[in-house]
């Protein structure tokens, strides 16, 4: 069976915090995901989603708190304002935009996260490996 | 590469080699990593023991290590700990990166093979990573002193007490016009069936009277800027219509005034106050408010009484809100609980049955300063129960409302059954699902009520109706529940139903969270840094919590927790200066354009435009680290020390190639 590399961009207060709950509840998921920590979403720069779809990346989560919970106040309202138009630059470029996917976790949310990985990672292995769509 | 690195895989007992095989790991890291810089790999049972932790600087001493990655917990837990291993042996703490394979590994991952596979991608990500880190040196700022609390409740008491008493100044902060919180409100503690009163006021009185604390009652918080050590809170003290320097509390005011209301905060409902008062005689303050939605001059434009009879001229209808700014180093916030509305459980009938009361209800009535002079009477004033219904676990431990347990409610409901007994000689039921009393002297209370003659029913109330089936449930209220010891369906008739109510966060949790920058559980409790270790401490410096906002507990347990988190601030307060995060923004002024993207996307405004130079500037102490500004900027010049571009893409790039090779091995 095709296993899909994924990499998380997760920030560091809510998100991050949130698969560590997931841990502690030694909740399972699939291990496709390789987490990257991010002090905020609102760090992730778009020139960052792309080039991990350059390395090869099958799929790119990324993760942040909810709304009005963002520890920098209103990191990820920049968040939610940038990947959407991150996702047409993917779909301009011939990348299946809904191999970026983006969603709120928050600390407390352990059982939130792994329903998010698992569904993802399964959205991304019934697609063809990225690779093979850049041929 | 010239760094030598080196990789410590840690077992955590069993908890990653039990699904991860850390030698081969380990082993791996030794020779696929080699060509990255790895220079040493080990694996050992615990590297965060004190064996652990030497094995590390022995390396960085002998081996002349210039980097170091430990694959163990989540950073959340030991980053320190391995940061502080690397300053100890002279390696900048910033040149350590962690790998987690344990939170996001081996407790997440059934299959050991694929468990393994993740912690090699994780480990040569976090060794990719390290080989760009720089050396950092954070800020050190000096700690203001001064402390603000915020709720004035037996637990905001206690602490605000505890740090006074040692010199330093304290701000308490209270939305109601006293002190005091839900603990005046009651009538005697468990178990020991003390007057709470009797306890409490003695404190309040102290916190009136000290010298380095400034009350603020009948005041919120606004908005709080900046970050430990250096805080800058408004708060609004809301008009009180008393000019307070000249008022002495004397008390003609509230007997003159005409409006009587009902007072549902600290009568919950049960008795009226005037619409100028205090809630209750021993308020610290002691001066009272005008209730400006209730007074009829502010209604009618015509009475005051209050003015016309107070003997020191201390009414003031012109006054207005106050906006005050405070500076502290350090917060603790004491904002308590609100109770379960049982009017969400409509089978219990709360609101619609007279005589179901809830359990603050029950309080005031059998608080001797209460409505009723401390008698156990239903709803018309007069009629003593004969029979009494105490139901547990309301609003708790239900899926429907709340899953947890609100911790106090047995005990709370054991306390009334006792009450209940010595004032009014009534029988008395306690439908229960678990009987929880596990601290000292508790379970010796049940004892004493099982001696009593109290009637225990082991089922969750169904139902309180007031439609009989039998002569006997004439008039009566009728509790429907299951008694599962004895496997059958009873009804009691009633003529009391107490229902012993869970605690709630604030209704305004969410905004109360958002205002000191922390994060609530599910349920709505703020949550700490650490459930075990680190129970006051929150994930922002400088911000603590104690008390039942961070989750049910009774009175002990929050007085604990107001000194502990007293405790913690003037342990910083000692140190006198405190280091700050060094993972700031930085400008990068060849290349930057001046466009000003990133000063408009930074919520903390610590980005500002040199306009001799036309380019950015990145203010340091402002800074929090967050990289919104590396985000959105267009010509890629402003960078987060430790969160490069470079260093993420390392990272990224060193879990890829680890994951793409061991799908060429599988496919080959």
Known sequence: MFEPSIIGFLCNWCSYRGADSAGMARMKYPPNVKIIRVPCSGRISPELVLRTFREGADGVMVLGCHIGDCHYSTGNHRTAKRMPIVKKLLEYTGIDPDRLMVNWVSAAEGEKFTNVIKNFTEKIRAMPPFVETMK | MTEKIGVYVCHCGTNIAGTVDVEDVSKWAAEELKSRGVVVARDYKFMC???????????????????????????????????????????????????????????????????????????????????YQQPLNSLFVPIDPNVLVVGGGITGIQAALEIANSGQKVYLVEREPSIGGHMAQFDKTFPTLDCSACILTPKMFDVGNHKNITLLTWSEVEKVEGYIGNFTVTIRKKARYIDTSVCTGCGVCWEKCPKKVVDDVFEAGLGKRKAVYTPFPQAVPKFPVIDRENCTFFLKGTCKACQKFCPTGAINFDDQDEIITIKVGNIILATGFDLFDPRRIPQ??????????????????????????????????????????????????????????????CMQSLKFAHLV?????????????????????????????????????????????????????????????EDTLIGKQRRLPVDMVILSCGLEPRRDHHKIAHLFGLSCSADGWLIERHPKLDPVATMTDGVFIAGVCQGPKDIPASVAQGAAAAARVLSIIGQGEIQIEAATAIVDETSCVGCTQCISSCPYQAIEFLSDKGKAHVNEALCKGCGTCVGSCLSKSISLKHFTDEQLVAEMVGAMQVMKSFQTMEVA
Not at chain 2, 89 to 100: D, I, R, S, T, V
Not at chain 2, 424 to 438: H, L, Q
Not at chain 2, 447 to 472: C, N, Y
Request: proline residues 4%; glycine residues 8%; charged residues 25%.
């Open chain 2, 421 to 481: 007994h010595e004032k009014t000689g009534a029988e008395v039921y306690n439908c229960y699902i678990d009987i929880r009393t596990p601290a000292k002297g508790y379970d010796e209370f049940y004892q004493r009520l099982l001696d009593e003659g109290t009637h225990f029913i082991r089922g969750k109330v169904a139902e309180v109706t007031s439609t009989p089936r039998t002569p006997e449930e004439e008039g009566k209220l009728v509790v429907q529940v």
């Open chain 2, 49 to 131: 023991s004190s064996l652990g932790q030497e094995l590390i600087e022995k390396d960085i001493h002998e081996q002349g290590l210039t980097r170091v990655v430990v694959a163990s917990c989540s950073p959340h837990l030991h980053e320190p700990t391995f940061r502080n291993a690397c300053a100890r042996a002279g390696l900048n703490p910033y040149l350590f990166e962690m790998a987690n394979i344990r939170e996001q590994d081996s407790w997440v991952t059934t299959d050991k093979v694929e468990a393994t596979k993740k912690a090699k991608a994780l480990i040569a990500a976090a060794v990719n990573r390290v080989a």
């Open chain 2, 348 to 409: 219990y009938g709360y609101g619609r049955l007279p005589n179901v009361f809830t359990s603050l209800e029950f309080e005031r009535l059998s608080n001797a300063a209460g409505p009723t002079g401390g008698k156990i009477v239903l709803r018309d004033g007069v009629t003593v129960p004969k029979s009494v219904a105490i139901a547990h676990c309301v609003g708790s431990r239900d899926k429907n409302y709340n899953s947890y347990c609100s911790a106090i409610c």
